[in-house]
């Protein structure tokens, strides 16, 4: 697994790094926790003439609730996700992703923004960010602009970050009131690209449904806002026969493809199944607070 | 003198691995570890397709590349007759692809240059012109008439069929079927896995162009037979020849057979003047070195309708890949697969083998187990849980019903073994207790009634490991058996050398408290040699649990050979006569006066300085052992799973592994063994597959795909014993380092047939994967 040549810089600051970025727009590629990329490159599935290695540039591991908004920095470790007790308190559904991505060793150094920049279809956060209506701050050397989630992805690992972009924070808006949450994957091993994976956010309004998210992974060519099945929900009370229509919603919306993870039928099953499961979930968890 | 403490290793001690001081510190040498003075590297360009003819190679853009040595192709090696070589199990190989590639991965051209990067870079730039032909990809495809034919260099090769070979005594089985009440059948797949050691393949070859001494630092196995088959085939002359294998990252029968990577950078060497590494990467390691399994088989058991069975009637086709290579005893085109009658008195038994190429990759090596053994348990004990949930009876009792009994050994086997010894009963009796079977039971009918879904896996497993006999096995005609050399200093200090070779297994603990228990010498005082072919005594090697068994049983005969010269000087030193000398765990005294005694340490002193009028001076010895008999390790398992309606999703909820390995040397190293065995078992049985597409492409080629279980997945075990001696084993040692394979990836698929039989599904094939689960599932009707 030896990788073709390449340059590698470090710089000390973002406006370097832009620099950087902006100077081998064809042939450069951001380095932040490298879960991705460097398997990509020992594969020689990828080969990029120039790495900008973020790593070194100072503010970019923020993750806090600031002006009405959770924000989530450039260089936040899913690890970091994992144990916070922000996310456990507040963001259930952040929370309960977190230690689903991947394994150990790769939450150790992969990122957030890392993994929504890279967009495979089959990544957990996409979903997650598309459940809460997360927006991406990206920034080049001209200046930032922000997107929301739901614009963001295009394609298999394709979004509307261009090559001389950074994905500098995610932002989420800020909890109020009663709001639950929950990330249902099926994996066939620790470690594994989910086979489905399912992310649900519940923002209750007086013993109803105010906003439903709802958003799927793996089973399209990149993750899926279920929003037949959100608007669905918007209003209802959550009882069995609600529950249940949102779950064929979000298995209508979904548009897997058969592979060794199982058929189309088999995986538009789990979405239902893990729909219906992560409503209940989140319902209680909105109910109490939790 | 104290004499408790430390502990001295004897039989028995759960002494910690002398061995992993250097691995924890990280201070072990592994082949990458290695590096020579104007050492070079090289690496492989492979095949992208499974089947095309080559039009022609184009090195020169390689070779332009600065830094580029050397490029080899099939035709340069044409020219030095070693294209093609042997394999272990008669059949020939490409070293390098002359005339067409026949799997996805062969080896098609080398590249030797001065930096392992380069040599990457400058593979990438050969240019190779493919006609592609039509692959086949499976065995009955490939037997069909009209399939493309593989090996078509072969003379006499007119199809893809390899070998027919058959077991048993078909009359009496066809007689024994038409007496039944009942044929139970069951046709079931045991897929292509591969045993995926931490460390791949790798060499170092270093040829002294002016001595022509050949130093090979291998990942080998089998070093000295490795040696012997490097003089046959490359024609070297053996004594010139040293192989070298360093500490090894696990082995599980990959590192068995001869890669053309080895034969490549040996004859590069030769050619080049210079020490030539190549090390493969984790791809190559799992497209194209020895794979495991890929049986198709279809058993049939007579029964009658109290569930005694009468006779066994096994088909199986085995899924070869491009060459014939499955490392094994040469009489045996199967391996042992024949042991599939397992644990059961069966008086007739017939089995009928096949083999087949296909444009998959070649190999077949034993995965953890000896020749095949665990395909033929998995047959039998899941052919014997299809019988049970036939004939409505529990697993275990039908089991019970049809054991070998313990009276009954030694016991010949209707496919012509002779079991050692055995308490099979004894057994599975323990392993239902500790799992608390009855109450088990009652759990499973009270969730069955709310439509829940759970099950109880059992699987009495019976292997013979051990090999030889050397007159009826062999590996490419020599026979097995191996060697232990021991030699005491006049300080009383020991060095073992060995003909086997550790992976991992823990021989540096585990031989020594052999020395230790037969000569009193405290294990920490004895150093264990093996890999290194110059310093070691010949020897077949490590495979088929055949260390302890065999090997083992050598240093306890070299030992006692020891023992009986010690005893002579003790009396000496005594001043008694011998026939008076007693001996207890290093101590020599006179009958009847224990407190007239020599220590093990003062007569090696003895040995060097003040002998006997007349003998030899020295305590060396060395012991060539021969086995009687294999010997067959046994144990049953029981699993319990939960399954997820919704999505299929099996929870191993426990697993119980009770095991009769004989006499337990070092029982912590024991338990090791049948914790990582039960662990490959459970990866195979749920998540390890290679398979391909329509065109040969692998698919599996690396650990995105090809899915090893980490320790999260990993159910918890509880582990117990029972221990009954092998007869003939000087120790009554058995060997473990397979059961837990062979033995437990039935166990885990019998407790999800056990959950769902009742719904009429018979089998599900591994990996049984949760897609897997729920279609059959969805087909009767019962998915969520």
Redesign the interface.
Known sequence: MLPAAFEYASPGTLDEALALLDQHADDGKVLAGGQSLIPLLKLRLASPAFLVDINRIPDLDVLEERDGALVIGALVRHKTAERSSLLANRYAVLAEAAPQVADPLVRNRGTLAGSLAHADPSGDWGSVMLAVDAEFVLRSRSGSRTVKARDFFSGPFSTLLQPNEILTEIRIPARRGPTGGAYLKLERKVGDFATVGVAIQLQMDDGKVGTAGIALTAVGPQNIKATEAEAALKGQTLNDKVIKEAGQLAAKAAEPRADLRGSEAYKRNVVRIFTERGLKRAYERARGGG | MAIDTPPKGFIGESIKRKEDDRFIRGKGNYLDDISLPGMLHMSILRSPFAHARIRSINTKPAEAVPGVVAVVTGALLEQHKLAWMPTLSGDTQAVLATDKVRYQGQEVACVIAND??VA??AA?LIDVDYEVLKAVVDPYQALKPGAPLIRDEKKDQKDNHIYHWEAGDKAATEAAFKKADKVVSLETFYPRCHPSPLETCGIVADINPATGQATLYMTSQAPHAHRTLFALVAGLPEEKIRIISPDLGGGFGNKVPIYPGYVVATAASLLLGHPVKWIE???ENLISTGFARDFHMQGELAVNKDGKFLGLRVKMLSDNGAFYADAQPSKFRAGLFHIVTGSYDLPAAHVETDGAYTNKAPGGVAFRCSFRVTEASYLIERLVESAAVELKMDPAEIRLKNFIQPEQFPYKSATGFEYDSGDYPRALKLALEKIGYEQLRKEQAEKRKRGELMGIGVASFTEVVGAGHGTEYDIAGLRMFDSAELRVHPTGKAILKLGVKSQGQGHETTFAQIVAEELGIPASDVEVQEGDTDNTPYGLGTYASRSTPVGGAATAMVSRKLRDKAKKIAAHLLEASEADIEFDHGKFFVKGAPSKSKTIQDVAFAAYTNLPEGMEAGLEGVTYYDPPNMTFPFGTYVVVVDIDR????VKVRRMVAVDDCGVRINPMIVEGQIHGGLTEGFGIAF?E?I?FDEQGNC?GS?F??Y????S??TPRFETFETVTPSPHHPIGAKGVGESATVGSPAAYVNAVIDAVGHLGITNIDMPV???KV??AL?EKGA??
């Open positions: 392992p990067y990457r870079d990438q990467d984790r791809s919704g999505t299929g999703q998540m597959l398979t698919i690396n995105t795909d899915l090893l279980p980490t999260w997945e994967s949760s897609d729920w279609t969805q998915a969520e």
